[in-house]
């Protein structure tokens, strides 16, 4: 179907308006609030001590949650990938799960099980582990929302990559972690730093589940998105405004890269 030039130019019009609306004009609000004061104050505000201590708390959630997606996502797209079995449809459901609930009540959820009057509240009464209100709560809330993403980069490239070479391999004696490193890794390296990149940036954007299972303590418990909520909240904005520039040059580095892997997954398919 062809449309006509007043078409073309009018639905060009209006898309650029709507992300004119809904995504330049708030962003540029907040990087304009941010820079007013100078470049000096920026930096004041993101290298207080409370600053620091979000930022080294949240760098630390994402080197824990990300080996722990790839250590468990990768064999779960093997499996998804590989096999059939009675229950798929239902595991494939499960992990699309985070998709679908929201943040907040996998918080709620996390504390009915982990919580001191929770299922699993023995963890902390008799072994005096404490889950939730800790960091160990704000490491369990990010895994269970960024538990797709690596499974569901890695399944589509095993699926078109097939299961010829490996059977070759295991033909001409090649165990099976001697296949998987020389064969199957390299096949899925695009898929799977797709995967690394889109779960570091989920991890630092998280809020809704993390503000329910953290105490919110600076220094100790407290995010860079609880950061920016606690600085809001407590009349600091411009606080607020600087660091939530900071996560936005994070989301801006995770895009380039995302564009970046697009290209030599478009390059590498051809």
């Known amino acids: 179907m062809t449309l006509s030039p007043v078409v073309r130019y009018l639905t060009r019009y209006l898309a650029l308006a709507y992300i004119t609306v809904l995504v330049i004009v708030p962003v540029g609000l907040i990087l304009w609030r941010t820079f007013q004061p100078g470049l000096g104050e920026f930096f004041a505000q993101i290298t207080t001590p409370a600053a620091v201590s979000a930022l080294q708390l949240t760098l ?12 468990f996502g990768v064999p779960t797209a093997l499996v998804l990938a590989r096999n059939r079995f009675r229950g798929k449809s239902v595991l494939q459901a499960v992990i699309d799960l985070p998709f679908a609930v929201s943040p907040v009540v996998v918080g709620v959820a996390l504390i009915l099980l982990w919580g001191s009057a929770g299922l699993l509240g023995f963890v902390e009464h008799s072994w005096g582990f404490k889950i939730i209100f800790g960091f160990p709560g704000i490491v369990l809330a990010s895994i269970f929302v960024t538990v797709p993403f690596v499974i569901r980069e890695v ?4 699926h078109e990559l097939g ?4 059977e070759a391999a295991a033909t001409l004696g090649a165990q099976w972690w001697q296949t998987f490193w020389r064969i199957t890794l390299p096949s899925i390296r695009w898929g799977l730093t797709y995967g690394i990149v889109l779960t570091v940036a989920r991890t630092l954007g998280e809020y809704g589940a993390v503000i329910m299972v953290s105490s919110n303590l600076p220094g100790k418990s407290q995010t860079l998105t609880l950061l920016v909520s606690d600085r809001y909240n407590r009349g600091a904005e411009y606080g607020a405004y ?6 936005m040059a994070v989301a801006v580095i995770v895009l380039v890269v995302q564009v970046i892997l697009d290209a030599r997954r478009a390059r590498a398919a051809q």
């Open 163 to 166: 299961t010829d070479q490996e």
């Open 60 to 71: 630390l959630v994402v080197a824990i949650v990300v080996p722990l997606n790839v250590l």
């Open 155 to 158: 399944e589509p490239v095993l």
């Open 242 to 247: 600087a660091m939530s520039t900071v996560l």
